[in-house]
Structure formats: C-alpha cells, structure tokens
C-alpha cells in the first residue's frame, strides 16, 4: 500500500467544481506537488507547495493541505481536465519521495 | 526551454543490465537535483532515484535499492541510470525529471525511454 492514498477514480460535470484528495501522514510533515498525466504523455506539474501554480496552468487550478489531507481543486472542470493526477511528497526520510497510486478524472 | 531526452531502453532478458541516459537542455544543468521516476504499463508513477546537484548525493526507492545506479556527467548535461539484475516488474517507462527552481519535486519530465524485462 502507498503511503499517499487517493481515490481511483473520480468524475464532475463540465463547468462543476471537483477536489481531487490525497491522504497520508507524511501531509502532516510536508507539502504535496500535483500532477496531471494525459495518455500517451509525460506528468505535468500543475500545483505544488502550499500555493504554487506554475506558469501556464489555469487558474482554475488550486490547492490546499489540511491535517493529513492535500487536495487539488478544478474550480469550472473543462474537457481537457480529464487525466490522471498524481499526489507527491517527500517520504519520512525526507530525501526520498512517493507518488500517491493517482486519481482517473472524467469530465461528463 | 527545458528539454529533457531519455534513451537507452529496449527488451532485455530477466537478470541483464542497461544504462538508461538522459540528455539535458535548455537550462543550467550542474544548479538542479535530478530524478529518475518510472511507470509500469497501464499502472501509476513510482519515484526511483534522485542524485543531488553535485552528485554527492544519491538516494533510492527500496524497490530498487542496491539494484540502479543513478550518476551524473556534468560536461555532457547527461544523468545516467544504471539497470542491473532486472526482473519482470522493472518493465516501465523511465522518466527523468529535473527538480524545480523553488521545489526539490521533479518539475520538468522527459518523455520518457520503455524498457522490457521479457525472456
């Protein structure tokens, strides 16, 4: 078992509001970083820190932390939004990392 | 911008050894950590490696510990991932992926080379 967990799957209506989750004490330590993954395409970045969007991603974007839980908020889903995410954080040695198992999101 | 380009993979038989390169691009290479990320087919992403700037530090997943190698050459721009002993489960696309400017997570990904571990 991960020591990031997410739900497999998770689907919203176009223009909705979704949360994609990620639990794990290591949450309590450190920040997650958020990644979306089309098929056939490498991970990008999308959120990170306690309030990092880079450059590029929409603003519709957004993230949060509470307690042992990271969330990335899709605030207005769009069609191209579907992808899997992946949460990811330092491990408890805090030289290595870990990627939570990744969330499938479709947009209805 | 920042151009990360992986190769070396190929179908190698359980127990061989590749090396696995990733040419680097667009940015101030010997300023950035480097990681190796993987993802088996059809499965998520599973962090791998990271060799620190300077290359004096290197660090492992378990999986894989004792098993890779990860190195640097800083005159080519070049992170390496040394393979040995592979097994069925190694089967993944290899990722590198350089560190962000204000984040030590990886940031920028290559696309990524296959490897298959089949007799």
């Known amino acids: 078992s991960s020591a990031l967990t997410q739900d497999p799957a998770v689907s919203v209506a176009l223009g909705q509001t979704v949360s994609i989750t990620c639990q794990g004490d290591?949450?309590?330590?450190?920040?997650a970083s958020w990644y979306q993954q089309k098929p056939g395409q490498a991970p990008v970045i999308v959120f990170y820190?306690?309030?990092y969007r880079p450059s590029g991603i929409p603003v519709r974007f957004s993230g949060s932390t509470s307690g042992n839980t990271a969330s990335l908020t899709i605030t207005g889903a769009q069609a191209e939004d579907e992808a899997d995410y992946y949460c990811?954080?330092?491990?408890?040695?805090?030289?290595?990392?870990?990627f939570g198992g990744g969330t499938k999101l479709t947009v209805l | 911008q920042v151009q990360l380009v992986e190769s070396g993979g190929g179908v190698v038989q359980p127990g061989r050894s590749l090396r696995l390169s990733c040419a680097a691009s667009?940015?101030?290479?010997?300023?950035?950590?480097m990681h190796w990320v993987r993802q088996a087919p059809g499965k998520g992403l599973e962090w791998v490696a990271v060799?620190?700037?300077?290359?004096?530090?290197?660090y492992y997943a378990d999986s894989v510990k004792g098993r890779f190698a990860i190195s640097r050459d800083d005159s080519k721009d070049t992170v390496y991932l040394q393979v040995n002993s592979l097994r069925a489960e190694d089967t993944a696309v290899y990722h590198c992926?350089?560190?962000?400017?204000?984040?030590?997570?990886?940031?920028?990904w290559g696309l990524g080379t296959l490897v298959t571990v089949s007799s």
């Open positions: 290591l949450l309590r330590t450190y920040y």
């Open positions: 990811n954080s330092r491990d408890t040695s805090g030289n290595r990392w870990v």
């Open positions: 060799i620190s700037q300077d290359g004096r530090k290197t």
């Open positions: 820190g306690q309030t």
């Open positions: 992926a350089k560190e962000g400017a204000d984040i030590s997570a990886p940031y920028h």
């Open positions: 667009g940015f101030t290479f010997i300023k950035y950590d």
